[in-house]
């Protein structure tokens, strides 16, 4: 048997879904077939399609020939900025992919970090230690959890709101005041299920905080703190608002990116603060500016790189 731990991510995803997504498995009818032929149980026990999973649930699953891809250690060039017994806090640079996917296991933050380190069996086998993401093209930090104790010690705090998670994002437009709250839900846009969308009906909670930092030649410097942690968030509300993220090709002004040269979006993981899962203490860390976002800031006259180093 195969086995998979569900982890944050999952957290009451349908079975069928979750399975559609591990190693060895094709589709969603797949899936179900498996379910069905009772080839696929939660916690040692058969459960229907559609029964929605737990953080820490044990999905296990036999394939015909009891093979399936595996997530392999690699030697790819990460900057650590802490790490300890527990936990491992990485600055991420842009273009990289967090974890691996179906037909896409390897190039990513977790093969980097599996040459490293050993991670939490939660997660796995395709996200073990991760609790949280961001976006390939977005640059910051990120913690991932090196054990099952600082894992569920993470999810906790992440439904808490007890993480504190502050970016730095260049988006279109001047805004009336000087800061502003967006409470609006995120789920699936309808028109394109590949993308996210505000959804009043079937959405989760999402609330996202800014505060204006500079406004210059028609773009405004924020700095944004997330309050949820719904899939890109900061870029939908940002859309929502109608002050998208420059260079954002889904949903933003990807041509005001070009011409500040740039070819990625404009977001940032600037600060990161928890709680240490051993010790309690509140620890916080920063990432600076890199090259890129730097480069293209400085073209915006009357924007001061001042406003993001007195942070």
């Not at 040459?115 to 230690?129: C, D, E, S």
Request: aromatic share 4%.
């Amino acid at each position: 048997m195969i086995k998979a731990i569900v982890g944050v991510e999952d957290e009451n995803t349908r079975l069928d879904v979750f399975l559609a997504g591990c190693p060895g498995i094709v589709s969603r009818s797949s899936a179900q077939a498996l379910i069905e032929s009772g080839r696929a149980v939660v916690n040692a026990m058969e459960r229907p399609k559609n029964h929605h999973l737990k953080i820490g649930d044990e999905v296990a699953y036999s394939l015909p020939e009891e093979k399936a891809p595996t997530v392999e250690a690699q030697p790819i060039p990460i900057k650590i900025v802490y790490e300890d017994d527990e936990v491992i806090v990485v600055d991420k640079q842009a273009g990289l992919v967090v974890h691996p996917a179906v037909g896409n296991y390897s190039g990513t933050l977790v093969n980097a970090l599996l040459a490293h380190t050993g991670l939490a069996n939660i997660g796995a086998p395709l996200r073990p230690g991760i609790v949280h993401r961001l976006d390939k093209e977005t640059s910051g930090l990120m913690v991932a959890a090196k054990t099952d104790h600082a894992y569920m010690s993470l999810v906790k705090q992440l439904k808490d709101r007890r993480v504190t998670r502050t970016y730095l994002t260049l988006v279109e437009g001047v805004f009336s005041e000087n800061e502003g709250r967006i409470d609006a839900p995120i789920g699936r846009n309808p028109k394109d299920r590949k993308l996210m969308a505000v959804t009043p009906k079937g959405g989760r909670e999402a609330v996202t905080g800014f505060i204006v930092l500079s406004t210059a030649g028609g773009y405004s410097l924020l700095r944004v703190r997330l309050e949820t942690g719904r899939t890109h968030q900061i870029r939908v509300h940002m859309k929502f608002i109608k002050h998208p993220v420059i260079g954002d090709p889904v949903y933003g002004s990807h041509s005001g990116g070009r011409q500040l040269g740039l070819t990625r979006q404009w977001l940032h993981a600037a600060e990161l603060e928890f709680d240490h899962p051993s010790t309690g203490e509140r620890v916080a860390f920063k990432a600076g500016l890199p090259a890129d976002l730097k480069e293209s800031l400085a073209k915006v006259t009357g924007v001061s790189l001042d406003s993001v180093t007195n942070m």
